[in-house]
């Protein structure tokens, strides 16, 4: 059911019982159900927030998220970085914010991505950590596709660290790694230097970075941070000039 405001005219949604009663109050911009809960949305001026209340109106999730989607047994919850956490049907938190996706694989398992590896969750807790390169069902079984495992010995052949990702090359004390058709920079500690998401990335002498992101290229400098955005069709460096 929905009533405009007094002042600002705008049509809020609530729920009515069957008697007629007021169960949810008139105060949501939209009220979708998910389950035995329900994701609502807060307009003010031109952000609009996300939260999770019960049937009666209780509020489990504080309106203040950027996002709510639904992903088969779980709800996927984004904060302002545009990071998701796992909460189950009924509004209890399973994950920190730490996912770059999530995904409904089934009506009983959806799929996270962290740092480009893919783990799985069931409705109550995770089964299988990031740590995998894909995850598939096939006529309700689970078929889960592993990395390359990659070690960097010491000088007596013992295994000092070790890293699984498609392909992997060292650069100094850094690494450039690749994974899901993306390649990024990582220490030696696999925390990424760079943008997830971009798909080639060259390392060039002078210590600049050349980098292509949605078919576009762009420049990181010695830090990492970017100097030109991805948004030309070619970029090449050639001593102190840049063509693009």
């Known amino acids: 059911a929905a009533k405009k405001g007094k002042v600002s005219r705008v049509a809020y949604l609530g729920l009515v019982n069957s008697s007629g009663k ?19 949305t807060i307009k003010n001026s031109s952000r609009i927030s996300y939260g999770l209340i019960t049937q009666s109106g209780e509020i489990v999730v504080p309106i203040n998220y950027s996002d709510i989607k639904p992903h088969g047994p779980v709800l996927g919850v984004a904060n302002a970085k545009g990071k998701w956490s796992v909460y189950s049907s009924t509004g209890v938190q399973l994950s920190e914010f730490i996912y770059e996706q999530i995904k409904e ?39 889960v596709s592993a ?35 993306n390649e990024w ?35 990181l400098d010695k830090n990492y941070s ?8 070619s970029l090449v460096l050639n001593d102190e000039l840049i063509f693009c």
């Open 147 to 181: 990395f390359n495992q990659w070690n960097v010995l010491s000088l007596t052949n013992k295994i000092k660290r070790s890293y699984s990702y498609e392909s992997m090359q060292p650069y100094g004390k850094q690494y450039l790694v690749k994974s899901g058709g």
């Open 22 to 40: 007021t169960a949810v109050p008139f105060r949501y911009t939209s009220i979708s159900p998910a389950g035995n809960i329900a994701i609502v």
């Open 226 to 233: 970017q100097v030109i955005a991805p948004k030309y069709d």
């Open 105 to 143: 694989l089934s009506s009983q398992y959806a799929l996270v991505k962290e740092n480009n590896a893919v783990g799985l969750y069931n409705a109550t807790s995770l089964l299988l950590p990031t740590e995998n390169k894909e995850i598939t069902l096939k006529a309700g079984e689970l078929y």
């Open 185 to 219: 920079l990582i220490d030696e500690s696999k925390a990424p230097l760079t943008d997830l998401n971009i798909q080639k990335l060259f390392i060039h002498p002078n210590g600049l970075i050349t980098f292509q992101k949605n078919r576009k290229w762009g420049l």
